[in-house]
Structure formats: C-alpha cells, structure tokens
C-alpha cells in the first residue's frame, strides 16, 4: 500500500490489507456499524434507527459481525430476554474508513451513477 511499485504483491488476493475491504463488502456492514457508533442498541432499536431492513437480514448481519469480533453481544438475564449489541474496539476502528467512504460518496457518486446510466443506455 505504499505505492512503491517493489510493494506491488501488497494487494494479492491472500493479502491482509484485503481484511477490511472483505469485512465492509456485506450491503449493510458499514450501516450497522455505523448505527451502533453511538452505544449499545437491542436489535429492534437497531431496526428502527437503520430502516428497511429486514429481521432475517439484520440477524444474518449481526451474527456475522459479532464472528467477525466487530460486534458484541450481550444477553441479559431478564424475563423476557433481552440482548444488546455494541461495537468492539476493532468495530469502533472501521467507523473511520467508514465515514471516509461517506465523504467520497458525496463527492463523486453522482459522477459515479451518471457513468453507470451511460452505460446501461449503452448496453455495456
């Protein structure tokens, strides 16, 4: 990631630096975590804040996240149960690659989406 072209083989397909770019490739990865950055939520909460997004969804996203150990879950021993999700210390540390896509989007997504229509119209 240096730019030195002797550093070339740093973006291999087994090369680390792909982790993160592999952990926020899921469609709602970057949504969740960033809905958490403000503390713990329970996952209606979590719902509720994101919109349009599914039980199913959110629950497949929140299990892969918590594997990943970008996300804890903590049950509490209540009637009826209660669980929470909180970001972990390396859950916390996408948020700023996060944010640095969201200001990249508001700079370039609309030249982004007006290449993708030119190029659908053509039938690239």
Same mark, same amino acid.
């Given at each position: 990631?240096?730019?030195?072209?002797?550093?070339?083989?740093?973006?291999?397909?087994?090369?680390? &630096? $792909?982790?993160?770019?592999? %952990?926020?490739?899921?469609? !709602?990865?970057? @949504?969740?975590?960033?809905? %958490?950055?403000?503390?713990?939520?329970?996952?209606?909460?979590?719902?509720? +804040?994101?919109?349009? @997004?599914?039980?199913?969804?959110?629950? +497949?996203?929140?299990?892969?996240?918590? +594997?990943?150990?970008? @996300? &804890?879950? +903590?049950?509490?021993?209540? &009637?009826?149960?209660?669980?929470?999700?909180?970001?972990?210390?390396?859950?916390?540390?996408? %948020?700023?690659?996060?944010?640095?896509?969201? $200001? !990249?989007?508001? $700079?370039?997504?609309?030249?982004?989406?007006?290449?993708?229509?030119? &190029?659908?119209?053509?039938?690239?």
């Amino acid at each position: 990631m240096s730019g030195d072209p002797t550093h070339d083989h740093e973006f291999i397909a087994d090369c680390r &630096a $792909r982790l993160a770019f592999d %952990l926020l490739s899921g469609t !709602w990865t970057s @949504v969740v975590l960033f809905a %958490l950055r403000d503390g713990p939520l329970r996952p209606g909460e979590l719902r509720d +804040r994101i919109g349009g @997004v599914s039980h199913k969804v959110l629950t +497949r996203t929140l299990r892969r996240l918590e +594997r990943d150990g970008l @996300v &804890a879950r +903590r049950r509490y021993a209540e &009637a009826p149960p209660r669980v929470e999700y909180e970001l972990t210390g390396p859950g916390r540390g996408l %948020l700023e690659p996060i944010l640095a896509l969201g $200001r !990249w989007t508001e $700079r370039h997504a609309d030249e982004v989406l007006a290449a993708q229509e030119r &190029a659908e119209v053509s039938g690239r």
